[in-house]
């Protein structure tokens, strides 16, 4: 199993490593196209803001790299954010494969002390829609980290709620993507990652 995690200016990537290693898989870690182009999986991971990361992905092409993939593809936290229409962070044109705009948190008047922003912590995923999650995942706990957001839409394959009700996990074709963090999500998170490169 060749699996690789793209490496870019913004990727969380040492702890989907080891997230992968406890699952005894060595992932290769690379920007090379050929090798990216190649691999049986891809992993897209992100932690950063929209516009400088959808800058150097366009610079080095790897924005019409991740586009053409054939094979599955994961995209985490940012990844999935930059892999929808647009951003507000920003204001960024990003990757387009989600027809989804992604837009920040904006608690209610008054509930600014409940729903702080960054919204950090652990919430339930449920409505599951997806390869990557089986009926045992349903209601279970995973963790966020972030303060944008793709609200429910076509292609909404998890939801959960922070102010309003939004996307947890989008999924078209062979691209799938979680604004949670599997590899720090406990055995929850393992288990996605898992049915990820099961798949």
Same mark, same amino acid.
């Given at each position: 199993m060749n699996i690789v995690i793209i490496k870019y200016n913004a990727g969380n990537i040492r702890s989907v490593q080891f997230a992968l290693q406890r *699952?005894?898989?060595e992932p290769v870690i690379t920007a090379d196209p050929e090798a990216i182009k190649t691999a049986d999986k891809v992993i897209f991971p992100g932690v950063g803001e929209a516009s400088t990361t959808?800058?150097?992905l366009r610079e080095t092409k790897l924005d019409q790299l991740i586009v053409s993939l054939k094979q599955p593809v994961l995209g985490i936290?940012?990844? *999935?954010q930059l892999m929808c229409k647009h951003s507000e962070e920003g204001n960024t044109d990003c990757l387009g494969i989600f027809d989804e705009e992604v837009k920040r948190f904006i608690p209610a008047p008054g509930e600014e002390n409940i729903h702080k922003v960054p919204h950090m912590g652990w919430n339930t995923i449920t409505n599951l829609k997806s390869g990557i999650f089986d009926p045992s995942l349903d209601n279970q706990y995973?963790? +966020?980290v972030h303060s +944008?957001?793709?609200a429910i839409g076509p292609?909404?394959?998890a939801a959960t709620q922070y102010t309003q009700p939004f996307s947890a996990a989008l999924h078209k074709d062979? +691209?799938?993507a979680t604004q949670f963090h599997p590899e720090k999500s406990g055995p929850v998170g393992a288990k996605i990652l898992k049915n990820f490169i099961e798949l």
């Open positions: *699952l005894g898989v959808m800058d150097y936290c940012l990844g *999935l995973v963790y +966020f +944008f957001y793709a292609h909404t394959a062979n +691209f799938y």
